[in-house]
């Protein structure tokens, strides 16, 4: 039922993250074409300031999202009710302190946002991207009874639809009426009905939402949402300096534009990162269920299963990320949108810093580890004053430029690198990390030597067309990654595990597609 559900969840996810980015390309062209770089910049400037409001949410959706797997599993009805019923009045109360922060911001703007583009226009965006956020808890808190109750499908099903609808939808006011405004008032517009035709779903399918509520939040339940809620409030405030301030940097220092250009990129590895975050959520609600049934060696071997998984993705995708970035950006947007490749490398191995963690996120969220000890807390801090700092000096005192922002990111990810694996370790396996320690270090140059042989391989054989040279490194990236792979691991425990699981696979989507 496990390996059902997840395989459900991460093939309709992936299935809503092509759909997103193919779309989502051909609306950035049209935007990039009708628009100007510029006002692109500012969409990217402004989201980041909107990722800034959401802070006020404090981790409450997390903590709340890992309580409900108990109950649901042991089928406590009662208390999914209660649970949710917090759920709802809490994103009410958040959605309102959104709003009135937002309106509380406005009058500072103009100390960060660097452009030419008249400051009422900048407001007026800048207001309708809060009523946006606003409005995004507004009954999208129903979805997370769907993804805890391994049901991720059915919300990935409706969002493939609406996401194909939105983007047709911006493209056409975009060519149509050259209205920004109405590009984004369609969006919200959209979203709502979206969450309205969720809560239809959620109240077809857990009926018991809409009774009475028949008995209080239990006690346990409650400190343990509290506890985890305060851990998250911490880690997201630091997760957002390390990952949101990259846009408001670029603008204050280096102009709009250069957030335009950057977005081009941004929003590639973004998908990227999206693609691989709903693999591993696809799972997330298997392995906390997992966790609650079955021992702890056979979740610490299923672990190991999912991190060689990451590592194979991940080195996958930073490869051809790091080959094909700007080839990519010069065919779709032009010569005059492109990086140099040291700065590509930063913004690459950010991302696969970043990618890597996903096996340990599944772990630390299926399990609801997010205060085991204070020190994690302390150290995400760490992390984002880190960054903070070291971007500053880069840029303003080694003038650097865009990229001292993404080195500085990357010496922040570097120094807390080990914080979450050591806490899934010492907490939930009581184990070493001295494996995945040694496994990383291995997995990291097997990365570099790798990407070191395409990038040679690519450079010896060059074509004077961009396009077909496009395509030739494209097949490398393809092929020269995974066979190496391939020839290193099909030895390894988990490469057998999965071979294993693969002969099972044909009979899950068969019952799927009925």
Same mark, same amino acid.
């Given at each position: 039922?496990r390996?059902?559900?997840?395989?459900?969840?991460?093939?309709?996810?992936i299935?809503?993250?092509?759909?997103?980015?193919?779309? *989502?390309?051909?609306?950035?062209?049209?935007?990039?074409?009708?628009? *100007?770089?510029?006002?692109?910049?500012?969409? *990217?400037?402004?989201?980041?300031?909107?990722?800034?409001?959401?802070?006020?949410?404090?981790?409450?959706?997390?903590? %709340?999202f890992?309580?409900?797997?108990?109950?649901?599993a $042991?089928?406590?009805?009662?208390?999914?009710?209660?649970?949710m019923?917090?759920?709802?009045?809490?994103?009410?109360?958040?959605?309102?302190?959104?709003?009135?922060?937002?309106?509380?911001?406005?009058?500072?703007?103009?100390?960060?946002?660097?452009?030419?583009?008249?400051?009422?226009?900048?407001k007026?965006?800048?207001? %309708?991207?809060?009523?946006?956020?606003?409005?995004?808890?507004?009954?999208?808190?129903?979805?997370?009874?769907l993804?805890?109750?391994?049901?991720?499908?059915?919300?990935?099903? @409706?969002?493939?639809?609406?996401?194909?609808?939105?983007?047709?939808?911006?493209?056409?006011?975009?060519?149509?009426?050259?209205?920004y405004?109405?590009?984004?008032?369609?969006?919200?517009?959209?979203?709502?009905?979206?969450?309205?035709q969720?809560?239809?779903?959620?109240?077809?399918?857990?009926?018991?939402?809409?009774?009475?509520?028949?008995?209080?939040?239990?006690?346990?339940?409650?400190?343990?949402?509290?506890?985890?809620?305060?851990?998250?409030?911490?880690?997201?405030?630091?997760?957002?300096?390390?990952?949101?301030?990259?846009?408001?940097?670029?603008?204050?220092?280096?102009?709009v &534009?250069?957030?335009?250009?950057?977005?081009?990129?941004?929003?590639?590895?973004?998908t990227?990162?999206?693609?691989?975050?709903?693999?591993?959520?696809?799972?997330?609600? &298997?392995?906390?269920?997992?966790?609650?049934?079955?021992?702890?060696?056979?979740?610490? $071997?299923?672990?190991?299963?999912?991190?060689?998984?990451?590592?194979?993705?991940?080195?996958?995708?930073?490869?051809?990320?790091?080959?094909?970035?700007?080839?990519?950006?010069?065919?779709?947007?032009?010569?005059?949108?492109?990086?140099?490749?040291?700065?590509?490398?930063?913004?690459?191995?950010?991302?696969?810093?970043? &990618?890597?963690?996903?096996?340990? $996120?599944?772990?630390?969220?299926?399990?609801?580890?997010?205060?085991?000890?204070?020190f994690?807390?302390?150290?995400?801090?760490?992390?984002?004053? @880190?960054?903070?700092?070291? &971007?500053?000096?880069?840029?303003?005192?080694?003038?650097?430029?865009?990229? *001292?922002?993404?080195?500085?990111?990357?010496i922040?990810?570097?120094?807390?690198?080990?914080?979450?694996?050591?806490?899934?370790?010492?907490?939930?396996?009581?184990?070493?990390?001295?494996n995945?320690?040694?496994?990383?270090?291995?997995?990291?140059?097997?990365?570099f030597?790798?990407?070191g042989l395409?990038?040679?391989?690519?450079?010896?054989?060059?074509?004077?067309?961009?396009?077909? $040279?496009?395509?030739?490194?494209?097949?490398?990236?393809?092929?020269?990654?995974?066979?190496?792979?391939?020839?290193?691991?099909?030895?390894?425990?988990?490469?057998?595990?999965?071979?294993?699981k693969?002969?099972?696979?044909?009979?899950?989507?068969?019952?799927?597609n009925?």
């Amino acid at each position: 039922m496990r390996t059902e559900s997840s395989i459900k969840n991460i093939t309709t996810g992936i299935l809503l993250q092509i759909v997103t980015v193919v779309f *989502g390309f051909i609306a950035r062209k049209v935007f990039v074409s009708y628009m *100007g770089i510029e006002l692109l910049g500012i969409n *990217g400037l402004l989201s980041n300031v909107i990722s800034m409001l959401s802070l006020v949410e404090l981790g409450v959706g997390t903590a %709340i999202f890992y309580s409900l797997y108990k109950p649901l599993a $042991e089928k406590d009805y009662n208390q999914v009710h209660a649970i949710m019923n917090l759920y709802e009045k809490l994103y009410r109360y958040i959605a309102i302190a959104v709003l009135i922060l937002g309106v509380l911001i406005t009058p500072f703007l103009k100390y960060f946002v660097n452009t030419t583009i008249s400051m009422s226009y900048v407001k007026l965006i800048y207001f %309708i991207f809060v009523i946006d956020s606003a409005l995004s808890y507004i009954l999208t808190y129903r979805r997370n009874i769907l993804l805890a109750d391994q049901k991720m499908h059915i919300f990935n099903r @409706l969002s493939v639809l609406y996401s194909i609808g939105c983007s047709i939808a911006q493209i056409a006011i975009i060519i149509i009426t050259k209205n920004y405004v109405l590009y984004l008032v369609i969006k919200i517009v959209l979203v709502l009905i979206q969450n309205l035709q969720i809560y239809r779903i959620t109240n077809k399918k857990y009926p018991y939402l809409n009774e009475t509520l028949k008995e209080p939040l239990k006690k346990e339940i409650k400190n343990d949402i509290i506890k985890n809620t305060k851990a998250l409030l911490v880690i997201n405030i630091a997760a957002y300096f390390v990952f949101g301030t990259d846009n408001i940097l670029l603008s204050y220092f280096l102009g709009v &534009s250069i957030v335009g250009i950057y977005s081009n990129y941004s929003i590639i590895v973004s998908t990227i990162e999206g693609l691989i975050s709903r693999i591993f959520q696809g799972i997330q609600a &298997s392995f906390g269920n997992f966790l609650l049934e079955e021992s702890l060696d056979k979740a610490y $071997e299923i672990f190991n299963v999912l991190y060689f998984v990451n590592f194979w993705i991940s080195t996958f995708c930073s490869v051809s990320l790091i080959v094909l970035l700007n080839p990519f950006i010069e065919i779709v947007f032009g010569e005059d949108m492109l990086f140099s490749i040291v700065t590509i490398f930063f913004i690459v191995y950010n991302f696969y810093i970043k &990618s890597m963690t996903s096996s340990v $996120e599944v772990v630390k969220n299926g399990a609801g580890l997010y205060s085991p000890y204070p020190f994690a807390k302390y150290w995400s801090i760490v992390e984002g004053v @880190l960054n903070l700092v070291a &971007s500053i000096i880069l840029v303003k005192y080694f003038k650097l430029g865009a990229l *001292g922002v993404f080195a500085g990111t990357t010496i922040s990810r570097l120094v807390t690198l080990i914080i979450d694996p050591f806490n899934v370790h010492r907490y939930i396996f009581k184990t070493s990390i001295k494996n995945y320690f040694f496994k990383y270090i291995g997995y990291t140059s097997i990365l570099f030597v790798i990407t070191g042989l395409v990038i040679f391989i690519t450079k010896v054989i060059a074509f004077n067309n961009l396009f077909v $040279e496009f395509i030739f490194k494209g097949i490398c990236c393809i092929i020269i990654p995974n066979t190496i792979i391939l020839l290193l691991f099909f030895r390894s425990k988990e490469f057998k595990y999965l071979i294993g699981k693969f002969n099972i696979q044909n009979k899950l989507l068969k019952k799927f597609n009925r």
